[in-house]
């Protein structure tokens, strides 16, 4: 009977141990995924910035493409203007030099 329970506290020893160690086990692995659920939070804030700062780009970007439309019909337009009014200047001396 003694020998019994020796064998029982060696036992209960052994399981206490193991709990611990599974205890130890289990708080690591919250602080890790506490730790990684700050870092996907931190990622998530990050890439919602990123797309408001691309969301700008673009938009400046298409401002950008429309005053630069705008600007080459205004430098055709005006390459028409100057081409109309030299065109009868040059016809004119054409005629005078002959």
């Known amino acids: 009977m003694e020998n019994r329970l020796m064998e029982v506290e060696q036992q209960l020893r052994l ?3 193991l709990l611990r160690e599974k205890v130890n086990q289990l708080k690591e692995q919250f602080v890790k995924s506490t ?3 700050e870092m996907v939070k931190d990622l998530y804030v990050e890439n ?3 797309l408001k700062a691309l969301e700008m780009t673009e938009q400046r970007q298409k401002t950008a493409e429309k005053k630069n439309y705008l600007l080459e019909e205004k430098i055709a337009n005006l390459g028409r203007i100057v081409k109309s009014l030299t065109s009868p200047a ?3 001396a054409a005629q005078l030099g002959s």
Do not use: I, P
Request: glycine share 8%; charged share 35%.
């Open 48 to 50: 919602t910035q990123l």
């Open 35 to 37: 730790k990684a659920d």
């Open 90 to 92: 040059l016809g004119s």
């Open 15 to 17: 399981v206490k141990r």
